[in-house]
């Protein structure tokens, strides 16, 4: 989910997303709910990812971001939901393969 600048209005961005099986999403213009959904996500991902560890190079950080991405969906509780993670909020049960990973 995005805001509705240019740079996420791209081909090459489109493309991209297409190329890796997402689903691109805009925020509606002047909606704060949905912008501030974005906008938390961003600061959480400065915060704790991008500048909350010390890094020796641009790839090192490069290669922690999955990790990163891995602990915000399944582990790390939000508090807008409830302290769920967002990955509970699909509904997966026991025998769902996406339940049991690494």
Request: glycine share 6%; hydrophobic share 30%; with cysteine.
């Amino acid at each position: 989910m995005t805001d509705n600048g240019a740079c996420y209005k791209s081909k090459a961005l489109r493309k991209t997303c297409r190329d890796l099986g997402l689903k691109h999403v805009r925020t509606k213009p002047d909606t704060p709910k949905t912008n501030g959904k974005a906008e938390r996500f961003i600061q959480a991902a400065l915060r704790e990812w991008a500048y909350g560890n010390s890094y020796q190079t641009s790839q090192e950080r490069a290669n922690a971001l999955p990790f990163w991405n891995h602990l915000y969906n399944w582990h790390r509780p939000h508090g807008g939901i409830n302290d769920q993670t967002p990955i509970s909020r699909l509904g997966f049960n026991r025998d769902n393969l996406l339940r049991h990973h690494i």
